[in-house]
């Protein structure tokens, strides 16, 4: 059984930091691309990061260019979020995909139960 299980959420303060994982397990990952996507209250999911299966690659959503950084070892992918904004307040989802582009959420075949992350001013 396949299983993306996120983790690191919480409640912080403006500009501080939190660095989000996913535990990937019941399959081999490595040629997988893994995303993450956030859901703020109201509004659609959206695209946040995505990673490719070499590593190599990278792709962020303009909003949280310079401030988040995606990066995976073996089967779990990090999302190191830096000086937080209010606006990233949100459930953040893993999720991975085989094929497809990274920003379109239909091409990801596995996801996440989703981790709060929720920024106070």
């Known amino acids: 059984q396949v299983q993306l299980v996120e983790s690191g959420g919480g409640l912080v303060q403006a500009g501080d930091s939190l660095r989000l994982s996913c535990a990937a397990s019941?399959?081999?990952?490595?040629?997988?691309?893994m995303g993450w996507f956030r859901q703020a209250p109201g509004k659609e999911r959206e695209f946040v990061a995505a990673?490719?299966?070499?590593?190599?690659s990278t792709y962020y959503v303009d909003s949280v260019k310079g401030r988040f950084t995606i990066s995976r070892v073996k089967n779990t992918v990090y999302l190191q979020m830096n000086s937080l904004k209010r606006e990233d307040t949100a459930v953040y989802y893993c999720?991975?995909?085989?094929?497809?582009?990274?920003?379109?959420?239909?091409?990801?075949?596995?996801w996440g139960q989703g981790t709060q992350v929720t920024v106070s001013s």
């Open positions: 019941g399959r081999t990952f490595s040629s997988y691309t």
């Open positions: 999720a991975a995909k085989w094929r497809g582009n990274y920003y379109d959420e239909m091409n990801y075949e596995y």
């Open positions: 990673i490719a299966w070499t590593g190599g």
